[in-house]
Nanobody
Framework: HVQLVESGGGSVQSGESLTLTCVAS????????MGWFRQVPGKEREGIAV???????RYTEPVKGRFTISQDNAKNTVNLQMDSLMPEDSAVYFC?????????????????WGQGTQVTVST
């Protein structure tokens, strides 16, 4: 049974930091590329950070320089360190896994998804 479980969301003020954690189980973690996505009600889900199987990290422009994705293969865990948070970062954040080593920000190619964790940033 495949599971991705996110944690670490919450409410913070603008400029503060949060770290999200996603723990994966039920599949061979090392063969999968992991991504973080976020979604605001009424908008499409947005890819923001992906880490390839060799540890190469990719980011989209809205979060580049502020967010850091990392993984611990021994613990089947992927983290998202979010610094300098802004109100526009408020969303439900999801982790996801896709087979294969190469990154992709298209959410349709991701096979497994977590349930999401809410991040709220106030001014």
């Amino acid at each position: 049974h495949v599971q991705l479980v996110e944690s670490g969301g919450g409410s913070v003020q603008s400029g503060e930091s949060l770290t999200l954690t996603c723990v994966a189980s039920g599949y061979t973690y090392s063969g999968y590329c992991m991504g973080w996505f976020r979604q605001v009600p009424g908008k499409e889900r947005e890819g923001i950070a992906v880490i390839e199987t060799d540890g190469t990290a990719r980011y989209t422009e809205p979060v580049k320089g502020r967010f850091t994705i990392s993984q611990d293969n021994a613990k089947n865990t992927v983290n998202l360190q979010m610094d300098s948070l802004m109100p526009e970062d408020s969303a439900v954040y999801f982790c996801a896994a896709k087979s294969g080593w190469f990154y992709n920000f298209d959410d349709t190619v991701y096979t497994f998804w977590g349930q999401g964790t809410q991040v709220t940033v106030s001014t």
